[in-house]
């Protein structure tokens, strides 16, 4: 079948969009940074990836607005602070995770309710989730302003700069790569479900 997005993204038979259950499976930008005033905040966020490696960027997309008005609390303080981390959620964080999610009040931080153990970064003043299997201290590079939604929320796609990264050392194996069935990573699919990396093959580029 062929659908417009511009006439519905809705079309029969589908019960709900289908747009997100096509870009799968999508990483998870856990990110935290912390307000102008010392509060911290974390929030996940399903579009998000890598962007370049030489140097290292990141981009995720904070969109929408904070149930309180106003534009959602990381994407505040970046602007404000020009800082944020990306810590990568492992399948054994998913309810942490879940609980950093919801409609939390501003001056509320989600590590604490979730009930992660925080530690401080290198070079950027956020505080990190210090049980993630990764973590990347990120500068603010730009952010592009895209097209609103139908309904007139906003839509942003925030870019930083690595400038830091920690990985756990248990998740490094003698041969010097990143292990990850160790991990698991925890990845976004569509509408609620989930999905965990437990299988991996290595396939070379043709030479």
């Known amino acids: 079948m062929y659908f417009d997005p511009a006439v519905s993204m809705r079309p029969a038979p589908f019960a709900r969009s289908p747009f997100k259950s096509l870009i799968i499976p999508r990483p998870i930008g856990w990110i935290s940074t912390v307000s ?35 534009a959602k609390d990381t994407l505040q303080n970046v602007h404000d602070t020009g800082e944020f981390v990306f810590n990568m959620v492992g399948h054994d964080m998913t309810e942490a995770m879940n609980i950093s999610s919801g409609p939390v009040p501003r001056a509320e931080d989600e590590m604490v309710l979730a009930g992660l153990a925080a530690a401080p970064c290198e070079k950027v003043k956020p505080m990190r989730v210090r049980d993630a299997a990764a973590s990347f201290e990120c500068v603010h590079v730009k952010t592009v302003d895209l097209p609103s939604g139908k309904n007139g929320s906003p839509n942003s796609l925030v870019i930083g700069q690595v400038v830091g990264i920690h990985v756990r050392d248990d998740v490094i194996n003698d041969e010097g790569f990143v292990d990850v069935m160790k991990i698991k990573p925890l990845a976004r699919l569509g509408y609620m479900d989930y999905t965990v990396v437990e299988n991996q093959f290595t396939l070379n580029r043709p030479t």
Do not use: R
Not at 52 to 58: E, N
Not at 64 to 70: C, F, K, N, T
């Open 36 to 70: 102008k005033d010392g509060i911290g905040n974390l929030a996940p966020y399903s579009f998000f990836n890598g962007v370049s490696d030489d140097p290292p960027m990141v981009q995720f997309c904070p969109n929408g607005s904070h149930a309180e008005g106003g």
